[in-house]
């Protein structure tokens, strides 16, 4: 059980419910299809219809959208823990495509599977929702990140989140985090250009804010990054169990 109870989803479960035994081995039967992904290659695709869902055991994803003119919106990024294509199972169709930054390991989850752990663990079944709620404050987030922060803020915030995020399944802290992405996923994400994010990668280093090189994000000054980025992550909502 030693192995389910480190896994990120576990981690990340657990700052809303206090995981009961049982609970823990209806996750480790949701784990147990794991696959290996390769990079670039998608794993869902916009418009997709029954497709498994599944979690994300090691590695980046990126979900997107391509618009009519080829160009690229990326939605979200998922870190080790996060559920990949949950709503799209349960909508029947995918608007999004999901693809691997790096070589993954997800855990293959089907809707009969999910559909009996409901059934059986209704605290895991909270769990999970809440789960879902907080990657729709994220959304909340980045909109009103992308019409009302400039580009500076907007990068802050972006790796700050980044930050809380990982640090919750045990991969970053407020000293940094390796980070997988390139500048072009930053700006198909954040709604720039890859020469502006260049331009504000430098300014926020040369300010002795954040550095963003060779694979690896470090804060120089995380608060001076909270202040300029006015980040609150009380959305993020990492409080505590509210279900013992």
């Known amino acids: ?27 480790d039967r949701l784990h147990q299809r794991r696959r290996t992904f390769v990079q670039g290659i998608d794993l869902v695709h916009q418009g997709q219809s029954d497709q498994a869902a599944y979690v994300l055991a090691e590695g980046w994803v990126c979900s997107y959208k391509i618009q009519r003119d080829g160009s690229r919106q990326i939605v979200d990024f998922q870190i080790p823990g996060d559920f990949l294509g949950l709503r799209s199972v349960l909508l029947h169709t995918s608007d ?11 855990a293959e989850i089907l ?5 009996d752990a409901f059934a059986h663990t209704p605290r895991l079944a909270t769990a999970i929702l809440w789960a879902a709620s907080r990657d729709e404050a994220m959304v909340v987030e980045h909109l ?3 019409g009302q922060r ?6 802050a915030h972006f790796f700050l989140e980044l930050a809380a995020r990982l640090a919750l399944v045990g991969l970053g802290s407020k ?4 980070c997988p992405l390139t500048q072009y996923h930053l700006a198909d ?22 550095t963003f090189r060779d694979g690896r994000v470090s804060f120089e000054n995380y608060d001076g990054l909270v202040t300029l980025a006015e980040f609150d992550p009380e959305y993020l909502n990492h409080t505590g169990p509210l279900l013992s």
């Open 189 to 210: 994400s954040l709604g720039l250009s890859a020469v502006h994010v260049n331009r504000v990668l430098r300014r926020l280093r040369e300010e002795g804010l954040v």
């Open 175 to 178: 000293a940094g985090f390796e």
């Open 96 to 106: 999004h495509s999901i693809v691997p930054i790096v070589e993954i390991e997800a």
């Open 1 to 27: 059980m030693n192995a389910i109870e480190n896994s990120p989803l576990t981690r990340k479960l657990s700052v809303f419910v206090a995981l009961s035994d049982m609970e823990l081995a209806v996750l």
């Open 111 to 115: 809707v009969s599977d999910l559909l």
């Open 144 to 146: 009103v990140g992308l």
């Open 150 to 155: 400039d580009a500076e803020a907007r990068v």
